[in-house]
């Protein structure tokens, strides 16, 4: 009979935790679902990492993977020049030659330059994030220190976002020095600027106004939203790894989602960020909606 009485309970249990569900969990199981179907489709690996900024809500799939950043890095390598520009080190309109030895290939524009550079660390950081210049971005490294980049990362909470090469540095890669983060890192480092959290509210805004300055063709999370909607972003890329770290400004349900690929080959789907990146709008436009899922613009 205590059997008997025991398994009655145990049913009434699991059929009221059930009953219990929102439908908001019901949407968000379904978002996971459709989101695991997307990556599953690509040969690839994919991680993925979403950060509603309102109510603090996530979604991830292998978010604490790690991922090589390319060119993403760039972001943590701005913070560092911020955070030593703010201790009073040196100033950001200082003015600065580019050396040769920091003048290598890939994107960017300095590397071009027939004459003399001698630029402020401010046009150094712009150049870095806008034209994801690599000389500008190897300059900097060696003005704030490689070490200061993962040691500010690592106080901030972020242990898995390390600096271990300048840009372009095939022996190292072949060492396996890459430059990494997390989906999960990556996309708290993105709440933490855009709460104004990082040093302080002037410092954060001026950061995320640079990345929102960015070439929106050069974002594949935005082929994703309407062309109405603004986005902060920094993309990455190189031999088998894309990167993308991004805030998505919805009105009034604005979210950090970031996205990494590595391993991928000629089978990858072009559009997988993109369709990744609409998939989650989706989403979160679902939840500006009230209670009872009716949506009133605002």
């Given at each position: 009979m205590k059997k008997i009485l025991f398994l009655i309970s145990f049913c009434i249990i699991q059929i009221t935790a059930f009953a219990q569900i929102t439908a908001r969990e019901i949407l968000k199981q379904k978002t996971e679902a459709d989101l695991k179907g997307i990556i599953n489709s690509s040969p690839s690996l994919t991680g993925l990492m979403a950060i509603d900024?309102?109510?603090?809500?996530?979604?991830?799939?292998?978010?604490d993977l790690i991922f090589t950043q390319a060119s993403a890095i760039k972001i943590p390598i701005l913070m560092e020049v911020y955070k030593q520009a703010h201790e009073k080190k040196f100033a950001l309109t200082d003015i600065k030659p580019l050396q040769q030895i920091n003048t290598v290939a890939g994107s960017g524009i300095l590397n071009a330059m027939t004459d003399p550079v001698n630029l402020s660390i401010r046009n150094y950081c712009m150049l870095m994030i806008g034209l994801s210049d690599n000389s500008a971005t190897n300059m900097l490294i060696e003005l704030v220190g490689m070490k200061n980049v993962t040691n500010t990362m690592l106080s901030l909470g972020f242990s898995n976002t390390k600096l271990q090469r300048k840009m372009i540095d095939q022996p190292a890669s072949l060492r396996n020095e890459e430059n990494i983060s997390t989906p999960a890192d990556a996309a708290k480092i993105l709440k933490?600027?855009?709460?104004?959290?990082?040093?302080?509210?002037?410092?954060?805004?001026?950061?995320?106004?640079m990345l929102q300055k960015n070439p929106?063709?050069?974002?594949?999370?935005?082929?994703?939203?309407?062309?109405?909607?603004?986005?902060a972003f920094k993309t990455g890329g190189m031999g088998g790894v894309s990167t993308e770290w991004a805030i998505v400004y919805l009105k009034n349900r604005p979210y950090a989602i970031t996205v990494m690929e590595n391993y991928k080959t000629s089978a990858t789907p072009s559009t997988l960020i993109s369709s990744i990146s609409k998939r989650i709008f989706d989403y979160y436009s679902m939840m500006k909606a009230t209670k009872y899922g009716v949506l009133l613009e605002n």
């Open positions: 900024l309102t109510s603090g809500e996530t979604i991830g799939i292998n978010s933490l600027l855009f709460d104004g959290k990082f040093i302080d509210a002037a410092t954060s805004n001026e950061i995320v106004s929106i063709e050069n974002s594949k999370i935005a082929t994703g939203v309407p062309g109405n909607v603004k986005i």
